[in-house]
């Protein structure tokens, strides 16, 4: 059996009183693509940071590929790629230069990132667009980028925090195609989302309310158990019910 690239067991983050996260456990798989949904302050945010090695936890263990959540968060962040929903780039930068200066913060030697470069841009059919600012780029391919300087370095883990947002359909569909990919070379891609057809692109689903896991499985088998035809109905079920209304 596969050894998992995260591991938590009872991981939990309270802010004096307050349980932001409460005793997560769960385990995430080479090339699995794991869902990782909540409504507005069901702790989604402060497990994601525990998980990158931004925050310490306040109890429970965790690995993040291979290695300790308290003993060893610089080494997790080697090993793991990240992506927001602001995408991560710098507007005044060129798309190439953009490509470098990442390739450069995760490690690759001047010739692994000549040799990236060049898979990077003939990827995403920027041939024309290297020396373009990313700030003139429109938002899909803006996107499309982002997640692509986040795996460079061919990480463990790609982290993807409501990457999404605010793009057309089309354009969301097409990112899902470079998450399949990345899938496909064994990077485990965690990802949060809000639209719940995307839940459904997932080999699992977990769904956060407030600070817990309320449920943790197949897309397929969360609809069998709720009875339902959708993710959304799912996830309408279980967050019909959250007290909370902010991470």
């Given at each position: ?26 385990e995430v798989y080479p090339g699995e693509i794991f869902g990782f949904l909540g409504a507005n302050g069901a702790g989604k945010t402060t497990a994601m940071r ?62 692994q990132l000549k040799t990236k470069s060049a898979e990077l841009v003939e990827l995403l059919g920027l041939q024309n667009e290297t020396k373009k600012l990313v700030s003139e780029l429109p938002l899909g391919w803006k996107q499309k980028l982002a997640f ?100």
């Amino acid at each position: 059996m596969q050894t998992p690239v995260i591991k938590t067991e009872k991981l939990t983050k309270r802010f004096g009183d307050f349980i932001a996260a409460k005793e997560l456990s769960f385990e995430v798989y080479p090339g699995e693509i794991f869902g990782f949904l909540g409504a507005n302050g069901a702790g989604k945010t402060t497990a994601m940071r525990m998980l990158c090695g931004l925050s310490k936890p306040s109890s429970g263990t965790a690995t993040i590929a291979g290695f300790d959540v308290y003993r060893s968060p610089n080494e997790i962040k080697k090993n793991i790629g990240y992506m927001s929903q602001k995408f991560s780039l710098h507007e005044d930068l060129t798309v190439m230069e953009n490509i470098r200066f990442y390739g450069g913060i995760y490690g690759l030697s001047n010739e692994q990132l000549k040799t990236k470069s060049a898979e990077l841009v003939e990827l995403l059919g920027l041939q024309n667009e290297t020396k373009k600012l990313v700030s003139e780029l429109p938002l899909g391919w803006k996107q499309k980028l982002a997640f692509s300087v986040a795996v460079i370095h061919q990480p463990k883990i790609v982290f993807l925090d409501e990457p999404t947002g605010g793009v057309d359909p089309v354009t969301r569909r097409q990112f899902w195609d470079l998450i399949y990919d990345a899938s496909d070379k064994g990077i485990a891609v965690f990802v949060t989302t809000h639209y719940m057809d995307e839940a459904e692109y997932c080999n699992r689903v977990s769904i956060m309310v407030d600070g817990n896991i309320e449920a943790l499985d197949t897309p397929v088998n969360l609809k069998k158990q709720f009875s339902v035809n959708s993710m959304e109905e799912v996830f309408y079920q279980l967050a019909r019910g959250a007290k909370r209304k902010a991470d």
